[in-house]
Structure formats: structure tokens, C-alpha cells
């Protein structure tokens, strides 16, 4: 007696999901975790690399606002969560703006601006 081998079909297609997290938040926010990270430099009295905010990013902006208000372009340091893991390697990978901007508030801050 000879093994039947299961026939599969070529093309197999898996059901339609929704995937958790990626439908838009209520209030049309691309970021619907709400999470958002600053990217850049330590800012002594200001603003600690990594530091994690919650909630809408205007509320996010508001909360640093004394920081952007120094600095302007840690505001474009300031990514959503969803975005985190390929922002932090293009912080460190010349020739994009996150890295040139990373690197104009550190040499901001090392000239006491």
C-alpha cells in the first residue's frame, strides 16, 4: 500500500484580520497606542534620551514644550511608538534628517545655546 501524500492547495490564502493596534484612533491620530519617545540627546534640565510620553502628540508637545522652546528641533525628535525601531536606527545612520538634526542639537547644546 503506497503513502498518499496531502495535496495542498498552490495558494493558500489566510482569512482577513484585523490586526490589533493598526486601525486609526478615534480622534484620526495615526498613533493609537499614544506612545510616543524622545530620540534625541540628553538635554541637561530639559529633556533625558528615551524619555516616554503618553498621550495625543499635541499633548506630547505641550509637555515639552520648555525643551522645544530652547530647541526647537527636539520636536522632530519626539517620535511615536509605532515608529521607534526604525527612527532610532536612522538616528544613527548618516544622511537623513533625523540624524542631522540629532546632531545639530547636540552641537547646540555643547555650545551652550
Known amino acids: 500500500m503506497a503513502k498518499k501524500e496531502a495535496q495542498v492547495p498552490e495558494t493558500m490564502e489566510a482569512p482577513a484580520m484585523a490586526v490589533p493596534g493598526t486601525e486609526p484612533a478615534p480622534n484620526g491620530e495615526k498613533n493609537p497606542s499614544g506612545i510616543y519617545c524622545y530620540i534625541g540627546p540628553n538635554l541637561a534640565g ?3 534620551s528615551g524619555k516616554v510620553f503618553r498621550g495625543t502628540r499635541a499633548e506630547v508637545l505641550k509637555e515639552a514644550a520648555e525643551a522645544i522652546a530652547k530647541y526647537p528641533l527636539v520636536k522632530t525628535m519626539i517620535v511615536s511608538g509605532e515608529d521607534l525601531a526604525m527612527s532610532r536606527l536612522k538616528v544613527k545612520t548618516p544622511g537623513n534628517a533625523l540624524y542631522k538634526n540629532y546632531q545639530r542639537i547636540a ?4 555650545e551652550g545655546k
Open 107 to 110: 552641537a547646540g547644546r555643547k
Open 46 to 48: 530639559l529633556m533625558q
